[in-house]
């Protein structure tokens, strides 16, 4: 039976573990991986800030009763193998060239937009009344593969796309944030992108980014190789002429920043900074010590504070 001929679901948050729709969800489900937390208080501070609430210092993100503690762990499988296999070792040499990869990788990619895309779905559908059936029968293909009921990524394409510091007299620099190495370095972040009749899924982890149309047959801008298959070679620094990511990018580097910070949390950062930079003299500052300022749980979210 095809996606067009199920019934679709998508329960109201906190109802039902929105991935199996069989058990009740905890109320501290992660939406974004614990590693990565974890790897910007190692490598910034042991806080983290809101762009909402930038003058508040917090010890953990957001969470929300998205998944039940069985397909919390069956998410934690995907997310050892990211961890270990791409996320550490880039953050630890942006100078790699290609990660080999197999099917943990489509997991982990479609798991992060999946997540992302039902904890925004009503907004989303609210605002984009035009592509709520194209959410919704994204939402429970993507539901499906996460739980092995179906084995095809297609025909949705899920790109990743690679960060690194982009010099002061490189080509293009005049069209990128201020905020850009703050904000694409050392930020959490993500939304559904509305580019007139095309949705997007956007994902951002320190340094990579997770691009999910929900339109499946629309990723012009971006390369064959950059899209992940069941397993392969993916190749990092390759050329994205989609406008549309840097749009998104630049929107949410600005967002970041809107809410000033005070002296006193200025002063607080400040200490942080040198204390990381003392640990990390031996290290590429200019990568290592991009400021963190906050997780990039934006205020659209503020109502899901639990």
């Not at 050392?186 to 997007?200: K, Q």
């Amino acid at each position: 039976m095809s996606n067009e001929q199920r019934e679709i679901l998508i329960p109201e948050l906190g109802s039902v573990c929105m991935l199996c729709q069989q058990k009740s969800p905890i109320k501290n489900s992660h939406l974004w991986p614990k590693f990565t937390v974890k790897w910007l208080k190692e490598n910034s501070s042991r806080y983290i800030r809101r762009a909402d609430i930038p003058n508040r210092r917090m010890e953990d993100v957001t969470k929300f009763p998205l998944l039940c503690t069985d397909c919390e762990n069956l998410f934690s499988k995907f997310e050892g193998l990211f961890s270990a296999r791409i996320f550490k070792p880039y953050q630890a040499n942006h100078m790699i060239q290609h990660f080999d990869y197999g099917r943990w990788l489509s997991k982990f990619a479609i798991s992060m937009s999946w997540r992302m895309l039902a904890i925004e779905y009503v907004d989303f559908s609210e605002r984009c009344p035009g592509q709520k059936a194209a959410a919704e029968l994204a939402f429970e293909h993507w539901r499906r593969y996460l739980l092995g009921e179906s084995l095809k990524i297609q025909p949705y394409r899920h790109h990743m796309f690679f960060f690194s510091f982009v010099r002061p007299d490189s080509s293009g620099i005049d069209l990128i944030s201020e905020n850009y190495h703050s904000y694409t370095l050392r930020s959490l972040d993500g939304a559904i992108y509305s580019f007139d009749t095309l949705g997007v899924v956007y994902v951002l982890l320190p340094g990579i980014v997770f691009w999910s149309p929900l339109n499946p047959h629309d990723d012009s801008g971006w390369p064959k190789g950059s899209a992940i298959a069941e397993r392969g070679k993916f190749h990092v620094g390759q050329r994205v002429s989609d406008g549309r990511l840097l749009q998104a990018v630049n929107q949410g580097a600005n967002l970041a920043y809107d809410k000033p910070l005070s002296e006193k949390q200025m002063a607080l950062i400040a200490h942080d900074y040198n204390l990381v930079k003392a640990e990390k003299s031996s290290q590429d500052l200019e990568r290592i010590l991009a400021p963190l300022r906050h997780d990039q749980l934006l205020s659209r979210w503020k109502k899901n504070d639990k």
